[in-house]
């Protein structure tokens, strides 16, 4: 209810000491606060796809949907479908406005991979400070985001790859002045990863 009343736009109270359940509070009024909620529902277009056909049998093929073809009378088969997955009306009806985005592809992962904040260049530019340069070919980063989209890992799945290829890099600093060079290349990165990509396969079957 504390949470309804905050979305709303009202005055809640909040307790200055969070470990005290009694002791002052602080008044704060929500009026001019923008709350945005995000949240991935995986299988959502499919109960979408449910909710629509049961209503109109109208089926809708979600194949390569986009989310700017979806309609305005779409919205309330949408609402329903959030609903279905745990989210209370009470709030949901607070959300004036839902956004639908699409799910990434594997050029969306590449431009993530070659962005400035990517975790790759995190990498190269913190072991370029031990004076380790690393090299990582375009054939990798291509591998990555197929990868990537084949097991619909997501963007913060993406960074576990990441990681399995500069680890043991990582762990190979010297305390020594010498210059160290490293180059990631197709068949090395095939060979990081592959073990735990078949253990995340194999789950995916079963």
Do not use: C, W
């Not at 985005?101 to 260049?121: A, C, M, Q, Y």
């Not at 890992?153 to 990582?170: C, Q």
């Amino acid at each position: 209810q504390e949470l309804l009343k905050a979305v709303e736009g009202d005055i809640i109270e909040i307790a200055e000491n969070k470990r005290l359940s009694l002791g002052k509070t602080i008044s704060l009024s929500t009026h001019k606060m923008l709350f945005i909620a995000a949240g991935a529902f995986n299988g959502i277009l499919k109960e979408f796809e449910r909710i629509k056909l049961n209503d109109s049998n109208v089926f809708v093929q979600t194949k390569d949907f986009d989310p700017k073809n979806i309609a305005n009378k779409d919205y309330f088969y949408i609402r329903d479908a959030i609903v279905n997955f745990g989210i209370i009306p009470e709030l949901l009806g607070r959300m004036g406005i839902i956004v639908l985005f699409r799910t990434l592809n594997r050029e969306d992962f590449i431009k993530i991979l070659l962005g400035p904040d990517s975790k790759v260049k995190q990498y190269i530019d913190m072991l370029a400070m031990y004076k380790i340069d690393v090299e990582v070919t375009s054939q990798v980063i291509e591998l990555i985001a197929y990868y990537t989209e084949k097991l619909r890992l997501g963007a913060r799945g993406m960074d576990y790859l990441i990681h399995l290829l500069f680890k043991d890099i990582t762990f190979s600093i010297k305390n020594d002045k010498s210059t160290q060079k490293f180059v990631i290349d197709n068949d090395y990165a095939e060979s990081i990863i592959q073990k735990p990509l078949t253990s995340i396969l194999s789950s995916n079957v079963n």
